[in-house]
């Protein structure tokens, strides 16, 4: 190991920060270069210190425990009793909050751990001179876990002790013999206290860590998992009763004696969700949520884009409703990308995609059921005038790469729309899914954001809930409503009304000769685009498409792209583009998708937005009117992503004009009927679309 660590680092590159010192720290640590392998966990530690200073703090202390009590045991002192020494030295350096999640750090199966290691061995070492880097590299990442695994029992035990002097944990408790939580109390807290709420679909072994982190800053915590789900022998039916049973819950717990009256909620994707579907019928005893990266249930992102549903959805299904926990399945992407292209190639009916997979599922039947955003969706969420009885402070979080900002940013603007007064505050910036989480990283799909950008939304959370529930002072971060980073500016910016993106605008018509202009062409005329619909042999290479924030080339099938001239000055863009489509199709319905790049002078495609939409509910998501064939129509393009980029000085705008046609969304064959019943048969004649060049997209500018 010694030898393999010395020649790994003569050829090892790598230009992620992260993964770099990682690496070294492990291959370090193999090869019993102890000191230089803590310098490097150090300079693990400081890329995530600011954005997640717990996780900063904990990260690798199961090895450098280890090492420091290797390097520190002496003939007077055996192992067992530096180990606990070190232990106890580096467990009363952590703040609160990093002791806490050390346990998801001595987890491992020893046995496991040396079958891996032995199967590595005689695969990739065994008669041969040689070995690939990666794999030297998983070597020494195994042989690491292999000799400190022992010593993780010997840590839990330990923790198991010292944990139990800060909480005390009720886990498996029923509610109206249907709904299961776990409440974790703050033992330090000596008088009746508030309560942080979080309603998950996904129980994980790691939950009860993360109410300790919430209680850790003074509150009681209390963990929600719906019908069906962790102890409950319910029939499980996503999203379909959280706005009835959170308030039972909330009912249970105002009553017990540590409870002072007051919940607050948070949590990310369906938890988001969740605290909208709370706030439909708010509980009095609900004084604050926090969403975070909300699912917009049957509206704009899930399980439908625009009234289009997406072949993950039943992916997502099966990962939670096929037992009571997760469904390990999920994270296989090569299994579900085979399901896709077989049945994409196949030409079935999109409702035949879960028997394709493998078996019959209810609730994905169901859901194909409701294509337009009618009654059985509306009832999960706040509808309409219901924002206006929302009155209670809202702080939403999401990012420009969110699989879920549509979401986010609907329950946002249905707010400000139905609540003049609406007390909502959001912070938005270049962060995913799991980065909208609190989870943020420096390199976003190819992008490397800001180091503005890098804040610590977990402690920002925690202040929240102290302005809210403890009366402390808001935030000193959030400047005014809407809160975000313009990229590459370095930047935070403010103001009041998510309305004030839409003040200023640059209106740009497509024309016959493929340009974006500023000047609407003289004389009608269109470009047209013809989709067979019953071609299928590039599934494959689809399903490889990439989806970088930056890319030195795009290639979109099936579509048409409009470049502007390139701008003279530098500006902002900062908000939402819209486009108004005039267009006819020799079909009554077409599913489109809008991709709008900043193409700059080196030649690299920044993308600025996309716009997926089904033509015949244009005018309204709850109601789908068919097209007149080969009559001109038009179509107003909304709900796409919202962000904020400083565009510079000789870049272009593209904008790349297509219809829908891959495997990991419905395909709409225009005959009418339901795109989900629909099947290649029915594709008969390619679609052939004309898009006239009074077509036009807006892009909002900040003139600040």
């Not at 046995?111 to 290691?117: F, N, Y």
């Amino acid at each position: 190991m010694s030898y393999l660590s010395s020649e790994i680092q003569k050829k090892y590159e790598e230009k992620d920060k992260a993964a770099k010192y990682d690496n070294l720290f492990r291959v370090n640590m193999a090869g019993k270069n102890y000191d230089v392998a803590l310098s490097q966990l150090d300079s693990v530690r400081s890329v995530y210190k600011k954005s997640n200073p717990s996780i900063a703090n904990a990260m690798g202390t199961q090895y450098e425990i280890f090492i420091k009590a290797k390097k520190n045991k002496n003939s007077q002192t055996d192992f067992q009793q530096a180990y606990k020494e070190e232990f106890k030295k580096k467990y009363e350096s952590l703040p609160v909050k990093s002791q806490i999640i050390l346990t998801r750090y001595f987890s491992g199966d020893t046995e496991k751990t040396k079958k891996d290691l032995l199967a590595s061995l005689k695969n990739d070492v065994q008669n041969k001179d040689s070995i690939d880097l990666k794999k030297a590299i998983l070597l020494c990442r195994s042989y690491n876990a292999y000799i400190a695994g022992p010593t993780f029992d010997i840590a839990l035990k330990y923790l198991k002790d010292l944990d139990s002097r800060n909480f005390e944990v009720m886990d498996s408790l029923l509610i109206d013999n249907q709904i299961s939580i776990r409440v974790v109390l703050n033992k330090k807290i000596t008088h009746p206290e508030s309560t942080i709420l979080t309603n998950s679909i996904y129980p994980d072994n790691e939950d009860v860590n993360d109410q300790k982190q919430q209680a850790s800053y003074g509150y009681h915590s209390v963990y929600i998992y719906p019908r069906g789900k962790y102890t409950s022998n319910s029939a499980i039916e996503p999203f379909e009763h959280e706005q009835e049973d959170i308030n039972k819950v909330i009912d249970w717990v105002i009553k017990q004696p540590w409870s002072n009256g007051k919940t607050g909620m948070i949590g990310g994707s369906y938890l988001g969700f969740s605290q909208w579907a709370a706030a439909k019928n708010i509980h009095p005893a609900l004084k604050t949520i926090i969403p975070q990266a909300s699912v917009g249930i049957g509206t704009v992102d899930f399980p439908m884009n625009n009234n289009i549903f997406a072949s993950y959805c039943l992916r997502w299904i099966n990962y939670v409703t096929n037992n009571k926990m997760l469904d390990q399945g999920f994270v296989d992407e090569d299994k579900w990308h085979s399901v896709f292209k077989k049945w994409y190639e196949s030409g079935e009916a999109f409702n035949r995609l879960d028997s394709i997979a493998g078996k019959k599922s209810e609730i994905f039947q169901r859901w194909l059921k409701h294509p337009s955003f009618d009654n059985y969706w509306q009832k999960m969420i706040p509808y309409k005038r219901e924002y206006s009885n929302i009155n209670i402070p809202v702080l939403t979080i999401t990012g420009y790469y969110d699989s879920d900002q549509l979401g986010a940013l609907y329950y946002l603007r249905n707010h400000f729309k139905y609540n003049k007064n609406a007390d909502h505050y959001v912070i938005i910036g270049p962060y995913d899914h799991s980065g909208a989480q609190g989870y943020i990283k420096s390199n976003v799909k190819g992008y490397a954001i800001d180091p503005a950008a890098n804040i610590d939304l977990g402690n920002m959370t925690m202040e929240w809930f102290d302005y809210i529930l403890k009366g402390k002072a808001k935030p000193s971060f959030l400047k005014d409503k809407i809160n975000y980073q313009v990229m590459g500016t370095n930047e935070w910016k403010s103001t009041s009304n998510i309305d004030d993106f839409d003040k200023n605008k640059l209106k740009f018509y497509i024309t016959s000769q493929h340009q974006l202009s500023l000047q609407k062409e003289a004389h009608k005329d269109f470009t047209s685009i013809k989709v067979d619909l019953k071609q299928r042999s590039n599934a494959a290479e689809l399903l490889k498409q990439n989806d970088n924030v930056i890319d030195t080339q795009i290639n979109h099938p099936d579509a048409v792209v409009f470049s502007s001239d390139p701008f003279d000055k530098p500006f902002e863009y900062s908000g939402n583009f819209r486009g108004r489509l005039k267009l006819s199709v020799n079909k009554k319905d077409v599913d489109v998708y809008m991709k709008l790049y900043e193409k700059t002078q080196e030649g690299k495609y920044f993308l600025l937005s996309t716009y997926y939409g089904r033509a015949s509910y244009a005018k309204s998501s709850e109601k789908r009117k068919l097209l007149r064939e080969n009559k001109e129509t038009d179509i107003t393009a909304v709900n796409n992503e919202f962000v904020s980029k400083k565009v510079a000085k000789g870049s272009t705008l593209v904008l790349v004009l297509g219809v829908i046609k891959n495997p990991l969304m419905q395909i709409n064959y225009g005959t009418g009927k339901d795109v989900s019943e629909e099947t290649i048969k029915d594709a008969a004649v390619p679609v052939e679309i004309k898009f006239y060049n009074n077509s036009f997209i807006e892009i909002p500018i900040s003139l600040k």
